[in-house]
């Protein structure tokens, strides 16, 4: 099974900064087969990248993904209010595994 | 309007028995792979189980032999059967499509005596 390790465990910054989230695979991940999620309390999670780098529909453009094999990165160039959530990546090219997630809280 | 919608989560007992249903509009279901997904209170998303287009199953190994993924094409309606529930099975429940831009809202189950 592919662990993926997502660090920081929770990421405390203010509106306006930039955000950085890493998600590590125990072992080489398909850049098609990777994603990003965003969870807010009480909702379903939301996808935001696929493909490791493409954002999904209706995605702002701040929200940016990187990476491939074992590194994965995704950016939030300027936190909007509305971006202080729980991140989810995930891998779906072999079996399927979450991370365990990166919380964004305010500072 | 594509929309997936859960019901069928409830209070159960262990070692009971609950069927979620996942019902679809906007699409058929049997033309994509449909999963499960779960979600413990507090923590985060652990995949539960897939069908495939041309029906193929697989299970996370915690509910393999207990839970049972299933789909009619007539209602377009995807399924999870769950048997012999134990508290750690207590979560909230989403059904999501392939593609993994269409979530269910989730039904909550919680098991316990």
């Known amino acids: 099974e592919i662990v993926l390790t997502q660090s920081p465990g929770t990421l405390s910054l203010s509106p306006g900064e930039r955000a950085t989230l890493s998600c590590r695979a125990s072992?080489?991940?398909?850049?098609?087969?990777f994603a990003w999620y965003q969870q807010k309390p009480g909702q379903a999670p939301r996808l935001l990248i696929y493909?490791?780098?493409s954002r999904a529909t209706g995605i702002p453009d701040r929200f940016s993904g990187s990476g491939s094999g074992t590194d994965f990165t995704l950016t939030i160039s300027r936190l909007e209010p509305e971006d202080f959530a729980v991140y989810y990546c995930?891998?779906?090219?072999?079996?399927?595994?979450f991370g365990p997630g990166t919380t964004v809280d305010f500072k | 309007e594509v929309q997936l919608v859960e019901t069928g989560g409830g209070l159960i007992q262990p070692g009971g028995s609950l069927r979620l249903s996942c019902a679809a509009s906007?699409?058929?279901?049997?033309?994509?792979?449909m999963t499960w997904v779960r979600q413990a209170p507090g923590k985060g998303l652990e995949w539960v189980s897939v069908?495939?287009?041309?029906?193929?199953?697989y299970y996370a190994d915690s509910v393999k032999g207990r839970f049972t993924i299933s789909r009619d094409n007539s209602k377009n309606t995807l399924y999870l059967q769950m048997n012999s529930l134990r508290a750690e099975d207590t979560a909230v429940y989403y059904c999501?499509?392939?593609?993994?831009?269409?979530w269910g809202k989730g039904t909550t189950v919680t098991v316990s005596s």
């Open positions: 072992e080489s991940v398909s850049s098609t087969h």
């Open positions: 999501a499509r392939e593609g993994w831009d269409v």
């Open positions: 493909g490791a780098s």
């Open positions: 906007g699409f058929t279901v049997s033309s994509y792979y």
């Open positions: 069908i495939y287009k041309i029906g193929t199953t």
């Open positions: 995930q891998q779906f090219g072999n079996s399927f595994t």
